[in-house]
């Protein structure tokens, strides 16, 4: 009993610092004054701030009591556009990438590796019953192969979903794919041929670089500001100076700096394809994970011209191994029809029938809303462990929504060192030399905050900073 | 019991001139003495041979009797390699191949267009029995993205099953994809660049040689004997006098010609993987369709080099819209797991289960065993009925497994056209435009006896017939 109280009482003050009844640097009650107001022993006060101390929510000072730590840090800086000097450069992201996604599954330690969502929601249960429902009732089971742009059912509830990022999309001007990255890869085949340029966002999501690489494309990375997104002036100068083919990037809470593209760049970008006559690849994988108000408008929601490809999937809302996404290719739909039928022919029908009864459902919309809320906790709680833990010289990202943290530290600090040294420890993270060829972000790593808290994962983090700290030390 | 008693004196005598027993114009019993040696009455025998003669196995000559008709085709004549004069070229194969493919999925009329499996057979009802078994379980669903490599499970069944193939490769030496024409993408783009040539079958399944054309790659067609398969003189020929990168062939029961490599042909064509240091994509996705005895061997099963990748999926003997296919890549390992990571992530995790569950039963090799002797009779059928109404100058394949009949017609005939007079009474084949890019086989079409027949069918057959006739009347 004692035990359960005092967890009580410690999560109901942590409550109460995120809803903001405590602000940062507030003097919480005293011991005495808590254990008369929550009528609970001394002990059990005494015990539940130590704890809530350890885990980096307050901060005793001697003779004075208990207060609020400093909660939200200061974001990265924007790496310099003199710094970077944008060149396209054949991509080489080696095999850390694959041996980083296969970290992410598994079964003991601590994983903040994967962008995977926490797959313990009501949700799971949900699209689990729907499964057995919709194989019970023979949905689909009485046709062949599905058709080459996908379920009709699934497309229909997609291009409803899409209204609520501003694009107006008609069903048979989308096509299914096998997840995002699909989808993504479908598009990229499409537009471009081997030695053309893509534009992307730096730091870059891992994935992307490596389809670059496979492709035999070559990449440059445009500086992107950890709130704004994308550069536009640092686009514009590239595209002046480079026969840049095709604009990719994740819009909305992206991987990994969490940034969203504010509205006027969304369309300054959407000018700058007209002039330069080219196409953009817009990932939207995160748009429906925004910690608090409306989600994000697309950039293909200010596309009049067809020019961007709109790209999304169920795998961050619902559960990647349905492997269920999908693309609004615009005036490239029938190259993407094409791409699809050529490599696989047709998606599985009842993962996407699954889809989209679940998406159907009023289910799905609180699940969205319970999960908002649960990652910007955990988002939350993540930089103020980093805050108590890692060294006082880190800079980390203030993602608005999305699952990751994308954390500086000081450039003696090796993050593929750190990688390894975590691993040996069962604990995992996406070092930054993974999001760039460039080599610029050795000193950086990210962290997804998906899962819920637990004390093996917080103490993880801890060591992380021991590590962290040890590192500066010798250096 | 009159009418039992005739259907099971047809089924005996057709299945005795199968057999040989009675030879092609060789004069069958009278019906007196068949009358007696049968103990059935003169109008049983009557009934029976007026059956056999309206389904196209016998003729009545008058004053003499019942004749065996010249009954099982010749086969199509090989293409003279003279006349061939391969060379690669750029595929260009038009939008008429996926609307064949989409009309394999019409609800209405006779449709003999795709090569696809009958989903009526017992084994439907297991796989849906086993999809709610298994959501219902909630095998999976406590991981996120599953492996790049594939459920292990899975791998265990097919290294199982590889076996009877002669092929003996480890669970780790195998990856699965998205059906059988993921493999073969996969494979392409793992060994090819843009440019490369690829020699292929002729005819070759458009599925082929529309992935070609999609990746920038040239075909050369190499003769195919409908019996031997792939000339290994005239690909020994094309492999002296051109630069090619890959062998692409369907070993086992081919699509379109139903042919089946000899293992000496395999071993000659292991031989010259080596002399020309190159690699062969082997697609058998019909080597457990054959009609008698064991399956063929791969040629997978005679290569000690890795130069063979082993594709196959269960799309034929279980379910298309599972998309459940699988490679054995050899030496290409590394290659092709990075591209399906690259290109997907991974699969859909429950279809996967659902297929090595399905597999590890005992009923699949039950339902094996029935759908090999029903294909087998329905082919027949396909023959006898096409010898009845289509004109005399036809030749037909003679398949021995797998879901196919290639047709050849006189040159005068244009199965284009063909196609489209036929889809106006919606009834649907497969032009043999289709096939080649050579225009060689515009006077041959395709035809599936995978679904069983209907009045409806069977009266569709007649008018293919029909057709045909007046086309040769007409020019």
Known sequence: MQKLLYVQLGDQISDQIREGLYKVGERLPSVRELSKREQVSI????????????????????KSGYFVRRSSLDAVDLPETANLKPKPRHVSINELAMEVQRGASSKTGASFCAAVPDLNFPISKIIQRTYVSQARAGVTFDQGYDSPEGLYELRKQIAKRALEAGIRVGVDELITTSGAQNALALA?????????????????????????????????????????GMSIDAL???????????????????????????????????????????????????????????????????DEEGRVLWCSSVSKTMDPKLRVGWIAPGKYYAEILHQKYVNSIALPSLPQSVAAQVMAQGQFDRHLRQAR??????????????????PSEMRASSPQGGLVVWFEMPKKIDATDLYYQCRERDVRIAPGELFSVTGLYQNCFRMSFAKPWTLESEQAVAMIGQQLKEMMMKS
């Open 43 to 62: 002990a059990t006060v005494n015990t539940a701030y130590a704890n809530l101390e350890q885990r980096g929510w307050i901060e005793a000072r001697p």
């Open 188 to 228: 990229l085949r499409a537009l471009t041929k081997p030695g053309d340029i893509v534009a992307v966002e730096s730091p870059c999501y891992f994935g992307l670089l490596q389809m670059i690489e496979s492709f035999g494309l070559k990449s440059i990375e445009i500086p992107t500001d950890p709130k704004d």
């Open 236 to 302: 514009k100068l590239a595209l002046q100076q480079w026969p840049i083919k095709v604009v990719l990037s994740i819009t909305a809470y992206s991987n990994p700096l969490g940034c969203v593209m504010p509205n006027d760049h969304k369309q300054a970008l959407i000018q700058l394809l007209q002039q330069y006559d080219i196409a953009m690849i817009e990932d939207d994988i995160y748009g429906e994970l925004q910690f608090e108000g409306h989600r994000p408008k697309a950039v293909k929601a200010f």
């Open 373 to 390: 809320e649960a990652y910007r906790q955990r988002s939350q709680h993540l930089i103020d462990l980093a805050q108590m833990h890692f």
